[in-house]
């Protein structure tokens, strides 16, 4: 379905892959893993026909249902359900079907209702003949399995918050998938991005199901452990350093086991080695005392040279970026007040009369199931939005930093570097290329355009933001998505340690955990609560 000979990928002049093979076959699913900035977003694109190799020759057959990290949807004006079922083509068969009924009821001519009616029994062949009504519950049924309620299925895509498109994009994805090809098999190859992000927990779990009974391909980039376990029959492992892939052909439990086995024998090989050839350079440093053995002794130092560099590297240990939020700037006692805050869009209210006052230092967590109003909420206290009713009033040196998950506040088009001056252009220039370079952006990637980045880079870039504006009031919006685990710690241990004030919204209890919540704010009701531990089996499913 899939085959990539020779492929090499490239982030401006560095290296990401070299002459890798890598084929998807039917009923294979891959694990595609690797550190942040390995490589593995950029892998998918050129997969999926939404960039190019560098060299090498790339084969595609049948369909492709790709996932990317932030889907960009065409019509924003369509509804969810028509964005769903377009998938298959039945969005315009229904609309064409609705409107030929339209006509047989109300037109009065025989002749033009009898057209409408031929018509009408045209279009239904086709609607049947692409599995009709039952096609149309199935969608139903995966969009329900996703968290996506009837009354979310009726609301245009510009109506819903990121999350709730992104998961539409992934119903889409697989309703087209659950269509059985040639042989009752599934014809679709699946190339999925973080297809964890947004979801709560009973949707994940459905979506491990769905994935290991898909016998089409799938290749899958996930920070999920527990789906990679669930669900990969094979494994490609992107490794920075060497600019290599990896290819083993196993589940995800004895690939950590041969991977750990590999770093074994690895460092056993290299200690004997290390110790060979320093028996050999100290018999080499004695003969070279005489003249007459002293092309022996360099003869003995050469092989003592070969017998390391022969040997394979040892695994590096990823670099993780250095996140520390600093002291806040100064502020009064409440920083930030809200009363009476509402927002609807269209016709749909998301929430009403909220009330909020953000005391200085204060941790705070916004829980609500998906499509309460949390990300809106977060909008509206970071000025990225206006309220249709009610007032925020900025207290004494209110300084805030809103990051938001699908990475909005980046200007996709500047480079890494416009960016983070954007963020902090009264800062020193070297003091904003150190502090770059903690989160591991350096040389030519300062000038690398931030829509190209990988969804960890983008999160570690605005981070970055975060970082040089010394806010008060941090506004974070699932931090924590797309980062592997070792930058997530990072993006833990910076919130154990901030002394300022932070709304939390989040589906990972580690996140929350490291906040230590005093109160939790309920949506959309707008209910404020003392924070018990209570609270934490809800924000999974939140």
Not at 16 to 29: C, E, I, K, N, Y
Not at 73 to 93: F, H, Q, Y
Not at 447 to 470: F, H, I, M, N, Y
Request: glycine residues 10%.
């Amino acid at each position: 379905m899939i085959s990539a000979t020779g492929l090499e990928l490239r982030a401006g002049s560095r290296i990401l892959l070299s002459g890798a093979t890598l084929r998807v076959q039917p009923g294979d699913r891959v694990g595609l893993v690797g550190r942040n900035g390995a490589g593995k977003t950029t892998t998918l694109r050129v997969l999926a026909g939404e960039g190019e190799p560098y060299a090498g020759e790339l084969i595609r057959r049948g369909e492709l249902g790709y996932l990317p990290q932030d889907p960009r949807e065409g019509d924003l004006s369509v509804s969810a359900k028509e964005r769903v079922l377009s998938a298959r083509g039945l969005d315009k068969l229904l609309r064409d079907m609705e409107k030929a009924q339209t006509e047989m009821a109300e037109l009065a001519d025989d002749r033009q209702r009898d057209k409408a009616i031929n018509r009408y029994g045209k279009l239904e062949e086709r609607f049947s003949a692409r599995g009709g009504y039952a096609a149309e519950s199935e969608a139903g049924r995966i969009c329900s399995n996703l968290g996506l309620a009837d009354r979310i299925l009726e609301q245009p895509l510009q109506t819903l918050s990121g999350g709730q498109r992104r998961r539409v994009e992934l119903a889409r994805i697989l309703f087209a998938a659950s269509e059985a090809g040639p042989g009752g098999r599934s014809a679709t190859t699946l190339l999925l991005d973080e297809p964890t992000n947004h979801l709560d927990a009973d949707s994940i779990n459905w979506l491990r199901e769905f994935l290991r009974s898909h016998d089409g391909g799938l290749v899958v980039i996930s920070h999920d452990v527990e789906l990679l376990a669930d669900v990969v029959n094979k494994v490609w492992f992107l490794d920075a350093v060497r600019g290599e892939a990896d290819v083993y052909n196993m589940d995800w439990k004895r690939y950590q086991e041969a991977r750990a086995s590999d770093e074994k024998r690895r460092r056993r090989e290299r200690a004997n080695a290390e110790k060979k050839a320093s028996v050999l350079m100290a018999q080499a440093d004695k003969m070279r005392a005489k003249a007459t053995k002293a092309v022996a002794a360099q003869n003995m130092a050469r092989r003592a040279e070969k017998l390391v560099n022969d040997l394979e590297d040892e695994q590096v240990d990823d670099k993780v970026a250095k996140i520390r939020f600093p002291d806040p700037a100064p502020c009064g006692r409440t920083p930030l007040t809200a009363s009476g805050l509402s927002k609807s869009y269209g016709s749909l209210e998301i929430f009403s009369g909220v009330d909020l006052a953000i005391d200085r230092g204060a941790k705070v967590v916004v829980l609500g199931l998906n499509g309460a109003g949390k990300t809106t909420l977060l909008r509206l206290l970071g000025g990225m939005e206006e309220a249709d009713a009610g007032a925020m009033v900025p207290g004494h040196g209110l300084r805030v930093g809103y990051y938001a998950q699908e990475h909005e506040t980046l200007d996709h088009d500047a480079s890494v570097w416009s960016n983070i001056r954007s963020a902090a252009p009264d800062t020193p220039e070297q003091q904003l290329r150190t502090l770059l370079g903690t989160f591991l952006f350096r040389g030519e990637q300062l000038d690398q355009p931030a829509g190209t980045l990988s969804g960890g880079e983008k999160t570690r870039l605005a981070l970055a933001g975060l970082v040089s504006s010394a806010a008060n009031v941090l506004l974070l919006d699932e931090p924590t998505n797309n980062l592997d685990p070792a930058s997530r710690e990072q993006v833990l241990d910076a919130l154990r340690s901030f002394s300022g004030a932070v709304v939390l919204v989040t589906h990972d209890p580690g996140a929350v955990e490291a906040l230590e919540p005093e109160r939790v704010i309920l949506l959309p009701d707008g209910t404020e609560d003392h924070w018990s531990a209570d609270y934490l089996e809800l924000v999974q499913l939140a």
